[in-house]
């Protein structure tokens, strides 16, 4: 029999002032678009993503006329779209309703007939990869089975690589002669491989694998017809940093940058130089590296968070821009020192918010990162809500985010805690959840948690603890390892119950959690059983808001489902959102009405 559990609250407004409520729900109404994506030889050719329709979707730009048009329009929304190398197609994947399981989708870039399916002999599956040429596409895909990447050329589609394990298609050469692969035959999706084929057989040229915790990354190859560099993330020295590799020779380019922190990058189109992307301390900025000379400048941004960039033929480098406080921009900064905003999407802007303020706590594993928020007025002792980010592999920034700002609205300190885990910290910090995640995790919050109520910044009696998908598993854990420090819990699409999550979850994720854990649950079932929240279920004793979609592949309803019912069998209060869709909404009025019926859930866990 299937248990009825108590509904999540819905309300019609959140807060009294007509204002602050119109305020909130500005920043998440407010359309907003990505940086434009394009190719080398059809430059004008572009698509981005934006929600100006009320859904996340897919646009075509064409620069030479200046004509915007919507290319998809699906009630679940659309995230992930690439133009072909000659910028006369739009490709997309077509996944139903959230579930991101699907195939790529094909259209002619200015319209004009329906979109088809791109490979019609390549299975559906999980994406893994997807690069266009003038004579070869490559896709990747992921099953159950593990992964398989196709290649078509002349009306002639082949699978030329299978494993059980994840792995990916990466970057085409220009010459289209050379395919990087990434691969974990070695047994640790964490720490990936790169491996380069050529592609008139797709026989092995050379095989790149720094060793055991060191993963490799290939970037993108030389944009010059004719090179085999490829530009690879390496992290030999303990953090994430570049080098060039000829796949030819096997001549190797380290590229050394007196910079803290971690960094991307790409090649500027003549292949003289690199757009480097730094991350340090919840911050990003970026510069110039002529390889020539080894020489870095700055390319001058505003402080605050770089969410992606590009390098156009003239020079002009486009860039994504926010902070705490403003909203975030598309902006180009040309060859010539010249900054402004590149993309002006239709209606207001949104309106912004708070700064956030860097703490830095001693824990036990070292110095732990933390962004603290805190509402207007001078007030001490404030009801505080610990917003755990996802990932794990992933990091809280000084960037704009409409969620963390209605928190503030409603009188909430905010802190944001980049736990061991995290990334941009150096790969010891990142893999130091190996063999015990989740737990590991905790141990920062808690330390984090006790400075933010020695300072006076916290009211012990009234912090919350929130987070999604992997936030969303930590905050489970949370209640249920650490009874008596927080007041209630909010857990949008969290691993639950684990085991019951790796049966049923994506075979990336599988691999994922083996290299994670140490193995499967069949082979270290100790661990699994002690960082699953379910194991702890019966020690929560806080009110808690669950929410989780139907069609997610990442956290299954059915784990989900498992923790609630024996939650149920408790008297603890609890209320469950289940939505139609996957690993969240992309969908702005679903993403409003999650965001009201959390803070409200808060609000009332506190009264």
Same mark, same amino acid.
């Given at each position: 029999?299937?248990?009825?559990?108590?509904?999540?609250?819905?309300?019609?407004?959140?807060?009294?002032?007509?204002?602050?409520?119109?305020?909130?729900?500005?920043?998440?109404?407010?359309?907003?678009?990505?940086?434009?994506?394009?190719?080398?030889?059809?430059?004008?050719?572009?698509?981005?993503?934006?929600?100006?329709?009320?859904?996340?979707?897919?646009?075509?730009?064409?620069?030479?006329?200046?004509?915007?048009?919507?290319?998809?329009?699906?009630?679940?929304?659309?995230?992930?779209?690439?133009?072909?190398?000659?910028?006369?197609?739009?490709?997309?994947?077509?996944?139903?309703?959230?579930?991101?399981?699907?195939?790529?989708?094909?259209?002619?870039?200015?319209?004009?007939?329906?979109?088809?399916?791109?490979?019609? /002999?390549?299975?559906?599956?999980?994406?893994?990869?997807?690069?266009?040429?003038?004579?070869?596409?490559?896709?990747?895909?992921?099953?159950?089975?593990?992964?398989?990447?196709?290649?078509?050329?002349?009306?002639?589609?082949?699978?030329?690589?299978?494993?059980?394990?994840?792995?990916?298609?990466?970057?085409?050469?220009?010459?289209?002669?050379?395919?990087?692969?990434?691969?974990?035959?070695?047994?640790?999706?964490?720490?990936?491989?790169?491996?380069?084929?050529?592609?008139?057989?797709?026989?092995?040229?050379?095989?790149?694998?720094?060793?055991?915790?060191?993963?490799?990354?290939?970037?993108?190859?030389?944009?010059?017809?004719?090179?085999?560099?490829?530009?690879?993330?390496?992290?030999?020295?303990?953090?994430?940093?570049?080098?060039?590799?000829?796949?030819?020779?096997?001549?190797?380019?380290?590229?050394?940058?007196?910079?803290?922190?971690?960094?991307?990058?790409?090649?500027?189109?003549?292949?003289?130089?690199?757009?480097?992307?730094?991350?340090?301390?919840?911050?990003?900025?970026?510069?110039?590296?002529?390889?020539?000379?080894?020489?870095?400048?700055?390319?001058?941004?505003?402080?605050?968070?770089?969410?992606?960039?590009?390098?156009?033929?003239?020079?002009?480098?486009?860039?994504?821009?926010?902070?705490?406080?403003?909203?975030?921009?598309?902006?180009?900064?040309?060859?010539?020192?010249?900054?402004?905003?590149?993309?002006?999407?239709?209606?207001?802007?949104?309106?912004?918010?708070?700064?956030?303020?860097?703490?830095?706590?001693?824990?036990?594993?070292?110095?732990?990162?933390?962004?603290?928020?805190?509402?207007?007025?001078?007030?001490?002792?404030?009801?505080?809500?610990?917003?755990?980010?996802?990932?794990?592999?992933?990091?809280?920034?000084?960037?704009?985010?409409?969620?963390?700002?209605?928190?503030?609205?409603?009188?909430?300190?905010?802190?944001?805690?980049?736990?061991?885990?995290?990334?941009?910290?150096?790969?010891?910090?990142?893999?130091?959840?190996?063999?015990?995640?989740?737990?590991?995790?905790?141990?920062?919050?808690?330390?984090?948690?006790?400075?933010?109520?020695?300072?006076?910044?916290?009211?012990?009696?009234?912090?919350?603890?929130?987070?999604?998908?992997?936030?969303?598993?930590?905050?489970?854990?949370?209640?249920?390892?650490?009874?008596?420090?927080?007041?209630?819990?909010?857990?949008?699409?969290?691993?639950? /119950?684990?085991?019951?999550?790796?049966?049923?979850?994506?075979?990336?994720?599988?691999?994922?959690?083996?290299?994670?854990?140490?193995?499967?649950?069949?082979?270290?079932?100790?661990?699994?059983?002690?960082?699953?929240?379910?194991?702890?279920?019966?020690?929560?004793?806080?009110?808690?808001?669950?929410?989780?979609?139907?069609?997610?592949?990442?956290?299954?309803?059915?784990?989900?489902?498992?923790?609630?019912?024996?939650?149920?069998?408790?008297?603890?209060?609890?209320?469950?959102?289940?939505?139609?869709?996957?690993?969240?909404?992309?969908?702005?009025?679903?993403?409003?009405?999650?965001?009201?019926?959390?803070?409200?859930?808060?609000?009332?866990?506190?009264?």
């Amino acid at each position: 029999m299937t248990t009825q559990h108590p509904a999540a609250q819905v309300p019609d407004q959140l807060f009294a002032d007509p204002v602050v409520e119109a305020r909130w729900r500005a920043r998440f109404e407010a359309p907003r678009v990505s940086v434009p994506d394009w190719t080398l030889d059809a430059p004008d050719a572009n698509t981005y993503v934006s929600n100006a329709s009320g859904v996340w979707e897919v646009y075509a730009w064409d620069r030479s006329t200046g004509e915007h048009r919507q290319v998809t329009d699906r009630p679940n929304g659309t995230l992930h779209a690439t133009t072909s190398a000659d910028g006369k197609w739009i490709w997309w994947f077509n996944d139903t309703d959230g579930d991101e399981f699907g195939s790529w989708a094909r259209e002619p870039f200015a319209g004009g007939s329906a979109a088809a399916k791109a490979l019609a /002999d390549v299975p559906d599956g999980y994406p893994a990869g997807l690069e266009i040429g003038h004579q070869l596409i490559a896709v990747g895909v992921s099953t159950d089975d593990g992964s398989a990447l196709y290649a078509h050329r002349d009306g002639t589609t082949v699978c030329f690589y299978t494993h059980e394990d994840d792995a990916g298609v990466s970057v085409l050469s220009r010459d289209e002669r050379l395919l990087a692969i990434s691969h974990s035959e070695h047994g640790d999706s964490r720490h990936p491989a790169v491996r380069v084929l050529a592609c008139d057989g797709f026989t092995t040229v050379a095989d790149k694998w720094d060793g055991e915790g060191k993963g490799l990354t290939a970037l993108a190859f030389s944009p010059r017809h004719g090179d085999t560099r490829l530009l690879v993330v390496h992290e030999r020295r303990g953090r994430e940093e570049l080098l060039i590799w000829d796949v030819a020779t096997g001549a190797e380019q380290e590229i050394e940058l007196d910079l803290p922190g971690e960094v991307s990058g790409d090649w500027y189109p003549e292949a003289d130089a690199l757009l480097i992307m730094h991350f340090h301390e919840g911050r990003s900025t970026l510069h110039r590296y002529d390889l020539a000379t080894g020489v870095r400048s700055s390319v001058d941004t505003p402080a605050g968070w770089i969410g992606d960039a590009s390098v156009r033929p003239d020079g002009a480098v486009e860039y994504s821009w926010s902070n705490a406080a403003q909203p975030t921009l598309v902006r180009a900064r040309a060859a010539d020192g010249t900054d402004a905003v590149l993309l002006t999407p239709p209606g207001d802007q949104a309106p912004g918010s708070l700064p956030v303020t860097d703490a830095f706590v001693t824990g036990p594993g070292g110095r732990i990162h933390a962004l603290v928020s805190r509402p207007e007025g001078d007030g001490t002792a404030l009801p505080t809500v610990f917003l755990l980010h996802g990932g794990p592999h992933a990091a809280d920034e000084d960037r704009f985010s409409g969620y963390r700002a209605v928190w503030l609205d409603a009188g909430f300190a905010v802190v944001e805690v980049n736990y061991r885990g995290s990334t941009g910290y150096g790969s010891a910090w990142r893999d130091a959840i190996e063999g015990r995640p989740g737990i590991t995790e905790l141990e920062d919050v808690a330390a984090v948690h006790d400075w933010a109520v020695s300072s006076g910044l916290a009211d012990p009696a009234r912090c919350i603890v929130a987070g999604a998908s992997w936030g969303g598993y930590l905050t489970l854990l949370a209640l249920g390892t650490q009874p008596g420090r927080w007041a209630a819990g909010v857990a949008g699409v969290p691993v639950a /119950d684990y085991v019951a999550a790796y049966e049923d979850e994506m075979e990336q994720l599988r691999s994922f959690d083996r290299a994670l854990f140490g193995g499967s649950p069949t082979d270290v079932p100790a661990v699994y059983e002690e960082c699953s929240p379910i194991t702890y279920v019966d020690n929560v004793d806080v009110p808690v808001l669950v929410l989780a979609g139907d069609n997610d592949p990442r956290c299954p309803i059915r784990q989900v489902e498992n923790y609630l019912d024996r939650l149920a069998a408790r008297a603890v209060p609890y209320e469950f959102y289940r939505y139609d869709a996957g690993h969240g909404s992309l969908v702005i009025a679903e993403t409003i009405k999650q965001t009201a019926i959390e803070v409200h859930f808060a609000l009332r866990a506190l009264r």
